[in-house]
């Protein structure tokens, strides 16, 4: 199989990046475009593979496909290269708002089409990724494509219903478990802690009880009562959080998420 990405920008060099260390695909396996050279040379130095400034070399080298540039540019890309696109084509779109039905109907013609919706710890490998498929996917090719996004995170397949749930509650809230470690880190430093370090201790208790939460299985409220001492510091803490109303705003945040995705 050789893996074509239009575009390679953060995301998508996390994505191979992912699949290289990995082992799932070698580096003559992949092919990339950028459109700058710039961009070109900078996917060289870092993942060695193939690379070209042409869109429509991508497509006719590649048997699948990864439309890995922003939103608003699927629509001038697509219209580039659709005329190379044949039935030996597997397209996968990774961006929000971009319908299985609307690909299919940009590319003029019946495809394999899945969608991937990955976020950036899948350049460390953390990555998880919503993935639905159209009805043209055959079995292998839902196991390829789910090898594939497996090699930087973990994957779930989803109905398409549901991936605009996906861009916000692991597309977008990255950025908000981000800002939680910046304040945590922020209060801690006020208390005397030198910033490095408490950023250490920010981060490592974020990733601590994620893996609780996964490995565990117990509800995210349960494991919360187990620190919560009668009248301790945590329970303090928390009466804080639900005057200052903490679920709210997470919930209001990623439901804005949600519909600004559905708008794109």
């Not at 950025?175 to 490095?196: L, N, T, Y």
Request: proline share 4%; aromatic share 6%.
């Amino acid at each position: 199989m050789k893996l074509g990405f239009i575009g390679c920008g953060n995301m998508g060099t996390a994505m191979i990046g992912g699949i290289l260390k990995k082992g799932t695909l070698k580096k003559e396996d992949i092919i990339v475009s950028h459109l700058t050279e710039a961009g070109a040379e900078r996917s060289r130095k870092l993942l060695g593979v193939a690379v070209t400034l042409d869109n429509r070399e991508v497509v006719k080298s590649a048997s699948v496909i990864v439309l890995a540039v922003k939103p608003q540019f699927y629509e001038e890309v697509i219209g580039q290269v659709k005329e190379f696109f044949t039935p030996e084509h597997l397209i996968i779109g990774i961006a929000p708002g971009k319908t299985m039905s609307w690909l299919e109907e940009q590319c003029g013609q019946p495809l394999r089409i899945a969608r991937f919706m990955p976020n950036t710890p899948a350049k460390v490998g953390e990555g998880m990724t919503g993935m639905c498929v159209n009805e043209r996917m055959s079995d292998e090719d839902i196991r390829i494509v789910k090898e594939l996004a497996d090699s930087f995170g973990r994957t779930e397949i989803v109905p398409e219903r549901l991936m605009d749930a996906v861009v916000a509650v692991s597309g977008s809230s990255p950025a908000f478990v981000f800002m939680f470690i910046e304040a945590m880190a922020d209060a801690a430093v006020a208390q005397g802690m030198p910033r490095k370090q408490a950023y250490s201790f920010a981060a490592q208790a974020v990733l601590g009880s994620a893996r609780l939460v996964l490995e565990t299985g117990l509800h995210p409220g349960e494991l919360k009562d187990m620190v919560c001492s009668p009248a301790g510091t945590t329970i303090e803490g928390v009466r804080v959080l639900e005057k200052a109303g903490m679920r709210s705003a997470v919930f209001e945040a990623l439901t804005s998420c949600a519909e600004k995705g559905k708008r794109m």
